[in-house]
Nanobody, 125 residues
Framework: QVRLVESGGGLVQAGGSLRLSCAAS????????MGWFRQAPGKEREIVAA????????YYADSVKGRFIISRDNAKNTVSLKMNSLKPEDTAVYYC??????????????????WGQGTQVTVSS
């Protein structure tokens, strides 16, 4: 059984930082594209950042570009999202996802096979 478990969420003031981690069991993440998505209340789930199977290719949503950094450690079977200069509009549940595919990166929810349960990030103003 494949499990993705996110950690690192919490409450932070605007301008602060958090580091989210996603640990996998039951599946080796190496070679599969990974992504971080988020969903705010009343809004659709959206891609935040994605990373290719070998970690070379990365994608960031315009809203987080320059503030967030996605990385992966295939040896530890983990993916991380470092979030800096957080804003109240970053408040959401953040989900880690593992794609069906290897290669570059993917933007759409349907391109991801396994999902974590999510971790809440709340940014106060």
């Amino acid at each position: 059984q494949v499990r993705l478990v996110e950690s690192g969420g919490g409450l932070v003031q605007a301008g602060g930082s958090l580091r989210l981690s996603c640990a996998a069991s039951g599946r080796t993440l190496s070679g599969y594209a990974m992504g971080w998505f988020r969903q705010a209340p009343g809004k659709e789930r959206e891609i935040v950042a994605a990373i290719g199977g070998n970690g070379s290719n990365k994608y960031y949503a315009d809203s987080v570009k320059g503030r967030f950094i996605i990385s992966r450690d295939n040896a530890k079977n983990t993916v991380s999202l470092k979030m800096n200069s957080l804003k109240p509009e970053d408040t959401a549940v953040y989900y880690c996802a593992s794609s069906y595919y290897s290669g570059s990166f993917y933007f759409n929810s349907f391109e991801y096979r396994y999902w974590g349960q999510g971790t809440q990030v709340t940014v106060s103003s």
